[in-house]
């Protein structure tokens, strides 16, 4: 697979999703922090991602919602996302480098290894998997093979304006999406790309989204691993497949083997 000595790679999430245990409420959130609080000193609460149209789940004692709570580390570059029905692992871009996928999914692993402890422990039973998700967010900043909406062409391969005889001017804004299937029936690769702002600083950046999501014939650990293994690889090769040999070469160096 290809590799890059710079890689645009701004932020990777690893998740679950998984059946929610009965009798879940909402003092066990710090008994799983308590867990976690050497290396993710930080709590946040975030907002609840709910499982259909105003479908939040709940505190079976009180009707309470219950929340979503984020766990960071001292560098702010790491966080575990937990929820009832939710478990994700973040690595995000703070001025340091992308410390490759190795690093990502050992972390990963151990973040598992932890929330299944802690259901054994709290009488919640094993978890029980339903989907799996790997996304891979890419910054590709004005300047770097681009400078506007139009001419994108020099990053991404499928996605060209001709300006010449026609009608509309130049696009300003751009977003274009597909999905792919993984190979045996393993789930989907969904990709996108988009023109934005930075929130910190206001400027143009065009953002490449990967996201893997499903499952494969088994949710024990070796079957997770290799699900993960997988999405990685097509996330890899996708985006490699979806961005220019240019770009590729001039921008982000890439490594040849």
């Known amino acids: 697979m290809q590799s890059y000595k710079h890689p645009p790679v701004n932020e990777v999430v690893c998740g679950l999703k998984f059946q929610p245990p009965e ?22 609460h ?8 105003n479908d939040f789940l709940v505190d079976s004692a009180t009707g309470t919602p219950l929340p979503r709570v984020w766990f960071v580390n001292g560098n702010d570059n790491q966080l575990i996302q937990f929820q009832v029905d ?83 001017p130049s696009p300003t804004d751009v977003h274009w ?19 934005a702002r930075l929130a910190t600083d206001k400027q143009p950046v065009l953002i490449l989204n990967l996201t893997a999501r499903g499952i494969g014939r088994s949710t024990d650990r070796l079957g997770i691993r290799e699900w993960f293994d997988t999405a990685h690889e097509w996330i890899v090769c996708g985006f490699a497949d979806l961005t220019t040999e240019k770009a590729q070469k001039e921008i982000w160096e890439r490594e040849d083997a």
């Open 86 to 168: 939710r478990l994700y692992f973040n690595w995000r871009q703070r001025g340091d480098t992308y410390p490759r996928y190795p690093h990502v999914i050992k972390e990963w692993a151990r973040v598992i290894d932890t929330t299944e402890q802690f259901f054994e422990e709290n009488g919640f039973g094993k978890v029980r998997i339903m989907e799996c998700e790997l996304t891979y967010i890419n910054h590709i900043k004005a300047g770097q093979g681009w400078q506007h909406a139009g001419d994108i062409s020099g990053i991404v391969r499928d996605i060209v304006w001709k300006n010449s005889e026609r009608f509309l």
């Open 177 to 195: 999406g597909a999905t792919f299937p993984l190979p045996d029936d393993k789930g989907t690769l969904n990709a996108s790309i988009q023109t």
């Open 23 to 44: 009798k879940f409420t909402l003092p066990y959130f710090g008994l799983l922090w308590e867990k976690v609080r050497a290396d993710y000193p930080t709590i946040q």
């Open 46 to 53: 975030a907002p609840p991602i709910a499982r259909g149209l």
